[in-house]
């Protein structure tokens, strides 16, 4: 879940097992209904279309990336921020697989 407690899986409208294609897909289908200039003329829903717009944006971003992604699914994304360098990214996924690898001999 994101820093807000929603499920990006759920912001995009797809499944947790989505493929890099379906995940795309959720993304523009979501991404034009809730662009905040489609809604510009309504006021009352302009504000929660602008919220929504960035919420779709940040699911994607982690979601179409398979590292943030892994780390997402591990529940660890809060652990990043966007300064953390390549190398922090890169031992959180070891970190991520190591687990996996455990979990599956268990």
């Given amino acids: 879940?994101?820093?807000a407690g929603t499920c990006y899986y759920s912001v995009l409208g797809i499944r947790k097992q989505a493929s890099a294609s379906e995940i795309r897909d959720g993304y523009r289908k979501q991404a034009l209904k809730?662009?905040?200039d489609r809604w510009s003329r309504n006021p009352?829903?302009?504000?929660?279309a602008a919220?929504?717009?960035?919420q779709i944006q940040e699911a994607y971003s982690v979601l179409s990336d398979k590292g943030k992604r892994s780390i997402y699914d591990a529940g660890l994304l809060g652990l990043l921020t966007d300064d953390d360098d390549e190398?922090?990214?890169n031992f959180m996924q070891e970190l991520v697989t190591m687990m996996q690898n455990v979990?599956?001999?268990?």
């Fill in 1 to 3: 879940m994101s820093n």
């Fill in 103 to 106: 979990r599956s001999q268990c």
């Fill in 87 to 89: 190398g922090f990214l």
């Fill in 44 to 48: 009352k829903v302009a504000g929660e």
């Fill in 34 to 36: 809730w662009h905040p």
């Fill in 51 to 54: 919220k929504r717009f960035q």
